[in-house]
């Protein structure tokens, strides 16, 4: 699934017959409107389909789960309210009809302490309990607001609604999630194994290629061809390329970008990890890092050696900030201040990523051995300052397991005289995130993107996936 931009929540709303179903009118209508204003779709019964306009008896829930089953293909989340104290059989028994395996967001609506005479009061407050227990006892996950109750129409339940659409883009986009594997990884990198068995079972299937047939289809590309042109023409105008390279790596990078985007876009994949050395400058002539930045920024992320568990770990934060991620080493102390540290690659980071311009030139510590004529398609320039979130995940073959960290940092503003893709990075408690990562055998790379995304990862870890979480504060 590519990153979707406007989602579709299907609403339940509850109530219980021995309170005002006038207050359900009004939550409904608030609810709706915060919801169109926020840019979002919304699937609900009409308000005629049932006594109230909400969902209470087991003949509501059916007609509910109908109409949510017509529209499964549509809906990513359900939004679940509580005007009042709500019927919590009513609620539980919509969703094991329907059956569609989605996040769901439960909210419940403030009382007013001037209001709780028996026309006015909710008691959602409690009600909510009643619901929360139903779904416990079902094994459905959910996730809660950040107060037990609060007023739709409050700035606290918007920010909640934001969060758990980015909940739902993650579990959308990984339950048919297609990694691509270009290539085989470095045969001295056995850090970038994983299981592609484990990841299949939470829905991520990873399809390979191998690395001569890229090559071989980017060969075919006529010099003539439509697609070729402008495909150089976005190289030129994607970063400043120094006099002293030749025209002749432009078009080999052209027909090289050209040739994996057809194969991601006649296989759908979702995101990808590229055998990026040695074998394409070897036998090629150039690397794959401008490609990999380009389907980046395009919000394909690809991940460097083939790291598929990288490359899932980028497309989960892209899912769930909606910006490009970039897959980064952990790689350098910045002297003396251990929180801090610096990050880099050679670089494949997607442009937005730096400062200023980019510059497109010859790979740095690979040229040395495989020669600069070969290594044309590095993205160089200095990571821009800001907040960012990172995130890794690793599978325990030996546990049967998808482990993970998160947390957040910041990009700093700080110098560091290495070429490539710089970051200087200042992350809370890094030497006790570093313990762990040796302690727990996770790899060098690390994921990161611009934004505090964290707690978005965290309900989809530990709502959802059950995977097991680190998470770093």
């Given at each position: 699934m590519a990153y979707k931009q406007k989602l579709t929540f299907g609403i339940i709303?509850?109530?219980?017959?021995?309170?005002?179903?006038?207050?359900?009118?009004?939550?409904?209508?608030?609810?709706?409107?915060?919801?169109?204003?926020?840019?979002?779709?919304?699937?609900?019964?009409?308000?005629?389909?049932?006594?109230?306009?909400?969902?209470?008896?087991?003949?509501?829930?059916?007609k509910c789960a109908e109409l949510f089953s017509q529209n499964r293909n549509d809906i990513d989340g359900i939004i679940i309210s509580l005007p009042n104290f709500g019927d919590e059989l009513g609620i539980v028994n919509t969703l094991k009809y329907a059956e569609l395996n989605a996040p769901i967001l439960?909210?419940?609506?403030?009382?007013?302490?001037?209001?709780?005479?028996?026309?006015?009061?909710?008691?959602?407050?409690?009600?909510?309990?009643?619901?929360?227990?139903?779904?416990?006892?079902?094994?459905?996950?959910?996730?809660?607001?950040?107060?037990?109750?609060?007023?739709?129409?409050?700035?606290?339940?918007?920010?909640?609604?934001?969060?758990?659409?980015?909940?739902?883009?993650?579990?959308?986009?990984?339950?048919?999630?297609?990694?691509?594997?270009?290539?085989?990884?470095?045969a001295a990198f056995q850090t970038m194994r994983s299981s592609e068995k484990i990841f299949q079972a939470s829905g991520i299937t990873v399809v390979p290629v191998d690395l001569s047939e890229i090559i071989g289809a980017a060969q075919k590309i006529d010099d003539k061809a439509g697609v070729y042109k402008t495909k150089v023409q976005e190289i030129k105008d994607y970063g400043a390329i120094p006099a002293f390279i030749h025209d002749s790596k432009i078009t080999l990078q052209a027909k090289l970008g050209i040739a994996i985007?057809?194969?991601?876009?006649?296989?759908?994949?979702?995101?990808?990890?590229?055998?990026?050395?040695?074998?394409?400058?070897?036998?090629?002539g150039c690397a794959t890092c401008l490609a990999m930045s380009m389907?980046?920024?395009?919000?394909?992320?690809?991940?460097?050696?083939?790291?598929?568990?990288?490359?899932?770990?980028?497309?989960?934060?892209?899912?769930?900030?909606?910006?490009?991620?970039?897959?980064?080493?952990?790689?350098?102390?910045?002297?003396?201040?251990?929180?801090?540290?610096?990050?880099?690659?050679?670089?494949?980071?997607?442009?937005?990523f730096f400062e200023n311009d980019i510059q497109i030139s010859n790979l740095d510590v690979l040229g040395t051995t495989l020669g600069q004529e070969n290594c044309f398609g590095a993205i160089k320039g200095k990571v821009k300052s800001g907040p960012m979130t990172y995130f890794r995940i690793?599978?325990?073959?030996?546990?049967?397991?998808?482990?993970?960290?998160?947390?957040?940092?910041?990009?700093?503003?700080?110098?560091?005289?290495?070429?490539?893709?710089?970051?200087?990075?200042?992350?809370?408690?890094?030497?006790?995130?570093?313990?762990?990562?040796?302690?727990?055998?996770f790899e060098h790379h690390v994921a990161m993107v611009r934004g505090n995304v964290s707690n978005i990862l965290t309900a989809v870890i530990e709502d959802y996936l059950g995977w097991d979480l680190y998470l770093q504060e």
């Open positions: 709303i509850g109530t219980r017959g021995f309170f005002n179903f006038e207050l359900v009118k009004g939550v409904r209508e608030k609810l709706l409107a915060e919801l169109k204003n926020m840019n979002y779709n919304t699937v609900i019964l009409p308000v005629d389909a049932t006594p109230t306009g909400a969902v209470e008896t087991l003949e509501d829930a059916r439960v909210h419940a609506e403030d009382d007013d302490n001037d209001k709780v005479d028996v026309k006015s009061r909710r008691d959602a407050f409690c009600g909510k309990l009643s619901v929360c227990n139903n779904l416990y006892q079902y094994g459905i996950p959910f996730t809660d607001t950040t107060y037990h109750t609060c007023k739709v129409d409050s700035d606290a339940f918007k920010a909640d609604v934001q969060r758990f659409a980015g909940i739902c883009r993650v579990i959308g986009g990984l339950k048919h999630a297609r990694i691509g594997a270009i290539g085989a990884r470095p985007d057809n194969w991601i876009h006649e296989n759908d994949i979702d995101a990808a990890g590229v055998q990026c050395w040695t074998s394409v400058q070897d036998n090629y389907l980046g920024e395009r919000l394909i992320p690809c991940a460097c050696e083939v790291d598929v568990a990288g490359v899932i770990s980028m497309y989960m934060l892209m899912l769930a900030a909606g910006k490009p991620s970039a897959l980064l080493d952990w790689n350098n102390n910045f002297g003396e201040y251990r929180n801090m540290c610096v990050c880099t690659h050679c670089s494949n980071y997607p442009k937005s690793t599978t325990d073959d030996t546990l049967g397991m998808i482990r993970t960290y998160v947390g957040e940092g910041e990009f700093t503003d700080d110098v560091y005289g290495m070429d490539g893709g710089i970051a200087v990075t200042r992350v809370k408690n890094l030497q006790m995130l570093l313990k762990y990562m040796c302690k727990n055998g």
